[in-house]
């Protein structure tokens, strides 16, 4: 079992830059499908961004802006967010589930292990 604890969020300007991470105890996060969804108010929870072995896989509208990346040494996520828009604003939260090539990254009830969520607001 792995707990993911997400840090890094804050307040930013549009067209700023924030890195968020997502570090877990318990197992080596090497071992999981990662990903970053977020929820912003009165919205349903969406997919950001994923990770598997190898490949990563974005939303079409952060694609080019948002990075996913992993550190197997330090058993730490990334997301790396630039060029933020007011509508990036949300709370993002880290998942993990068990590798599965055939399920797509992007469903969220295939996740298992939840992080609590980081805030991230973007002023225009």
């Known amino acids: 079992q792995v707990q993911p604890v997400e840090s890094g969020g804050g307040l930013v300007q549009a067209g700023g830059s924030l890195r968020l991470s997502c570090a877990a105890s318990?197992?080596?996060?090497?071992?999981?499908?990662m990903a970053w969804f977020r929820q912003a108010p009165g919205k349903e929870r969406e997919f950001v961004a994923g990770?598997?072995?190898?490949?990563?896989y974005y939303r079409d509208s952060v694609k080019g802006r948002f990075t996913i990346s992993r550190d197997n040494a330090k058993n730490t996520v990334y997301l790396q967010m630039n060029s933020l828009k007011p509508e990036d604003t949300a709370v993002y939260y880290c998942?993990?589930?068990?590798?599965?090539?055939?399920?797509?990254?992007?469903?969220?009830?295939?996740?298992?292990?939840w992080g609590q969520g980081t805030q991230v607001t973007v002023s225009s």
């Open positions: 998942a993990a589930r068990s590798p599965r090539p055939a399920v797509p990254i992007s469903r969220i009830t295939e996740y298992d292990y």
């Open positions: 318990g197992r080596t996060l090497s071992s999981y499908t």
């Open positions: 990770i598997r072995s190898g490949p990563s």
